[in-house]
Structure formats: structure tokens, C-alpha cells
């Protein structure tokens, strides 16, 4: 809880919530409560800091959250899910208990297979083909960067199954390698299992209603129609970390509608922001006066 005091002699009470960067904790390496409570001062110093003149007056509450944390990567073999098979956009490299899963999609991208296209068969050849120097099998998504350095050519995309949908694990910084190639991580409880997506758009096929093959962004997997208006998208896609768009439900008007509701984390202020409202509002250009549109929202005609 901050407080100040304000000139009339009143006092102002605003909550301020503020949470810190997860640790990862083994039998090697213990909590840092140092590092916690730097951090935590860092950010109150920086919250009041900024011309407010508010004070810390107490903590009203202090969690600290404690986690399993099971890292990703793929192992034993997991058939595909009828769902995903049905499509037909997916290579599932059979019978490689090696743990090496990653390895075989990958070679199954680079080197395609006219028939029986998930036996290992084919890609075995391909085996010392890439440099995994240092790289430990089953290859967990966070070293995927190591191997996308290691081998200069290559950039790699992850994706999961999500609730009826799907989940960016990794996307790629590198665009413009010769070959890029897309990975599903398929899970069965403890199990993990990297198939290669040979054809995004089957994959993503339901989230559009467009009747045929269509370009899909790695940074969000939306599908469009032509790889002209896929260029147009990229660059405004990138300025966001990878997501995946979940659309509101249009029947849930509490869900599908952008109203302020949080009125518990506003405070009193002795002005009033205008944004540039002509965007929503094509009557109103650059040279609409602020009384204009003040007389406008209420109703009064201008
Ligand atoms: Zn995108």
C-alpha cells in the first residue's frame, strides 16, 4: 500500500502490485532470497520514483509461489492424434527409441521421403549430416537455439497441442535460412515427441473458412490467403513476441466486449487524458478541437 499526501491535506491510498522473475531451483543451486528482495525494491524504487511522491505505508500481502517445473523436450515415440493424422500434414518418424525424435523430423524435412516417408529407413544416411556437438538427446526445446547455431542453414519452429488448439513453444528469430522446419511436441503424460509439420496449412485449416491452400505466420499461425499479404503481415506480427490468437466467444458480451472494468486499480486524477479518438470516429480529423469532441461523447451536437 502507497500513500501520499495531497496539497488540500487530504491522504491518497493506492495499492501497487509488483512480482519478481521466476528461479529455477535443483539440488545444485538454492532460492536466492537476496536476489528476491533486490529485485522487489528495484521495482517499488522505480514505481514511486516517478515524480508520485508516494511512500510505501505497508505490505499487505507477500506470496510466493512454488512450482514443479518439467522442461520440454521430446523422447519416447507418441502416435499422432487421430485429429492431427486425419490431416495428413505430419511425418512421425517410427520406431526411434533413441531418443533422438528431434533429429529424425528434422533429417525428414531436409531430406524428404517419396514413400513410407516415417520409416527410419529413409534418414538414417542423414545421421551425421548436422552438427549436435554438445547437444544432449532427448533434445529439450530451450537448446534448440544451440543447434539453429550449430547448423546455420537450418531455423526451427515448435509448436504444441494446446486445449483444441495449438501453443508457440519456439519460433525462430532466423527467417531467412534456406530450410526451415516446423515441429509439433506431442505429449502423453511424462512423454514427449517431436513429429515434422510437412504442411502448416492443413494443419491450421480450421481456423480459417478460406477453401484451399493458404500461407500461415510462424509468429502467430494465422492463416491468409497469399504469400503477398503474409509479407505485408510479418513485420507488423514481429514487433510481438510469438502468440496465439484466441478469439473472444461472440456470444459472452462480457467477453467479447472492451470496457473498462478494473475501477479498483483506478485513483483520483486532476486531469483528464483525451487519446486520439478520429480512428474509431471518421468524422473527427486532426483539426477537431477537444471542446468538439467533449460536446460530441455527451450527446450535444457540435
Ligand atoms: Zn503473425
Known amino acids: ?30 532460492i536466492s532470497l537476496d536476489d528476491v528482495a533486490r529485485e522487489l525494491l528495484t521495482l517499488i524504487d522505480n514505481w514511486s520514483s516517478r515524480g508520485s511522491g508516494f511512500v510505501v505505508e505497508r505490505i499487505m500481502r507477500f506470496t510466493t509461489c512454488i512450482t514443479k517445473f518439467r522442461p520440454l523436450h521430446g523422447s519416447s515415440f507418441i ?20 531418443n533422438k525424435c528431434f533429429l529424425w523430423s528434422v533429417l525428414a524435412c531436409l531430406h524428404p521421403a517419396t514413400h513410407h516417408v516415417d520409416n527410419i529407413y529413409h534418414y538414417r544416411p542423414y545421421e551425421h549430416t548436422l552438427n549436435l556437438d554438445g547437444l544432449s538427446f532427448p533434445l529439450a526445446v530451450k537448446d534448440i537455439p544451440k543447434f539453429e547455431r550449430q547448423n546455420p542453414t537450418v531455423s526451427i519452429n515448435v509448436l504444441s497441442l494446446d486445449v483444441g488448439d495449438f501453443c508457440i513453444e519456439y519460433c525462430s528469430p532466423e527467417r531467412q535460412r534456406p530450410h526451415h522446419v516446423n515441429l509439433l511436441l506431442l505429449s502423453e503424460e511424462e512423454k514427449r515427441h517431436y513429429v515434422w509439420i510437412k504442411n502448416m496449412s492443413r494443419l491450421v485449416d480450421d481456423r480459417t473458412h478460406h477453401d484451399g491452400k493458404t500461407f500461415v ?16 503481415h510479418i513485420p507488423n506480427c514481429l514487433r510481438n513476441p510469438p502468440q496465439a490468437v484466441k478469439y473472444p466467444n461472440p456470444e459472452d458480451e462480457t467477453e467479447c466486449t472492451v470496457k473498462f472494468r478494473a475501477h479498483k486499480n483506478s485513483s483520483v486524477s486532476r486531469f483528464i487524458w483525451f487519446a486520439t479518438l478520429n480512428r474509431f470516429s471518421p468524422q473527427w480529423t486532426a483539426t477537431t478541437t477537444t471542446a468538439t469532441m467533449m460536446r460530441t461523447l455527451a450527446g450535444t451536437p457540435a
Open 1 to 30: 500500500m502507497f500513500v501520499r499526501e495531497l496539497d488540500n491535506g487530504d491522504v491518497m491510498r493506492v495499492l501497487g502490485y509488483f512480482s519478481t522473475v521466476p528461479q529455477d531451483i535443483n539440488s545444485a543451486q538454492s
Open 79 to 98: 502416435p499422432t492424434p487421430k485429429h492431427i493424422a486425419n490431416k495428413m500434414c505430419t511425418v512421425n518418424v517410427k520406431k526411434n527409441n533413441d
Open 217 to 232: 505466420c510462424n509468429g502467430c499461425l494465422q492463416p491468409v490467403s497469399s504469400k503477398h499479404v503474409l509479407d505485408c
